[in-house]
């Protein structure tokens, strides 16, 4: 059980809310940027619960950095319907639309529909563009419907996000598995080539994954930040450490690549 949990705050972001709707009996640590979550995370050998990947648009890549760079681990995750909002003290002097990059991602159909002109800035959280429009009618925020009117800011329009479905994926992150005694069917793990890049590689690497009968659910590449088209690839599958057929994949798969251990739920 988990008494104490880490997240992205004040209190009326997306993340706090999962993290009262997935953990309710537990005090939650607030911080405003992912950074911060991430830096008390490592200090305290705490638990943490972000945002892992949206249905919309793919990974928080914030956060996927932040976990490598931490050398924390993934090991529950949860989806959750995001509907997002947008307020403004005036609509007719709005000039700017201020939210989470992620956010204004997911309302883009709606941004270029009804504030094409506007300029659209990232905000480290959902609730500092709320507090933002508050304190300027040029300003209209995206965020949730609720917490506009926990603050008193008018809402203009409900459920602004591309597509009905919005979902993110949310993961419970830390150093050591919290959740010692719960099964684990799923993994992930992050792979850097050890050879430089030449037809068909990427095809063996992932030959493995058919001969052994794993379940590949997901695979994204993002830069290493080294040199340009130096990659790390981020890989989800069925299976956990204990099975022989993922032993036998990792196995065959470090030939090619170093392997990193991201995460097990």
């Known amino acids: 059980m988990i008494s104490r949990l880490i997240t992205l705050g004040p209190t009326g972001t997306f993340s706090s809310e999962a993290a009262q709707l997935l953990f309710p009996d537990a005090a939650l640590d607030l911080y405003p940027n992912f950074d911060m979550v991430f830096d008390v995370l490592q200090k305290t050998n705490g638990i943490a619960l972000v945002p892992l990947e949206n249905s919309l648009h793919g990974s928080v890549d914030e956060v996927l950095d932040l976990i490598l760079e931490t050398d924390t681990h993934v090991w529950r995750t949860d989806e959750i319907a995001v509907r997002q909002s947008i307020g403004a003290l005036d609509r007719s002097k709005v000039k700017r639309v201020a939210s989470h990059s992620q956010a204004l991602s997911q309302c883009r159909e709606y941004l270029r529909r009804e504030f094409l002109t506007a300029e659209r800035f990232p905000t480290s959280s959902t609730v500092m563009a709320i507090d933002l429009a508050l304190k300027d009618p040029t300003i209209a925020a995206i965020g949730s ?83 340009l088209g130096d990659y790390l690839f981020f890989l989800d599958f069925m299976g956990n450490r204990k099975s022989p057929r993922v032993q036998k994949v990792l196995e065959e798969i470090g030939t090619f690549a170093d392997i990193r251990f991201l995460g097990e739920w």
Request: charge should be positive; glycine fraction near 4%.
């Open 145 to 227: 419907t609720q917490t506009m009117k926990q603050r008193g800011l008018p809402v203009l329009a409900e459920d602004i996000q591309s597509k009905s479905s919005n979902t993110t994926r949310f993961a419970v992150v830390a150093k050591e598995d919290p959740f010692p005694d719960r099964s684990k069917t799923q993994m992930s793990v992050v792979l850097h080539l050890k050879k430089d890049d030449r037809p068909g590689l990427l095809h063996d690497m992932l030959t493995p994954f058919k001969i052994y009968d794993v379940n590949l659910t997901r695979i994204e590449n993002r830069p290493t930040g080294e040199r």
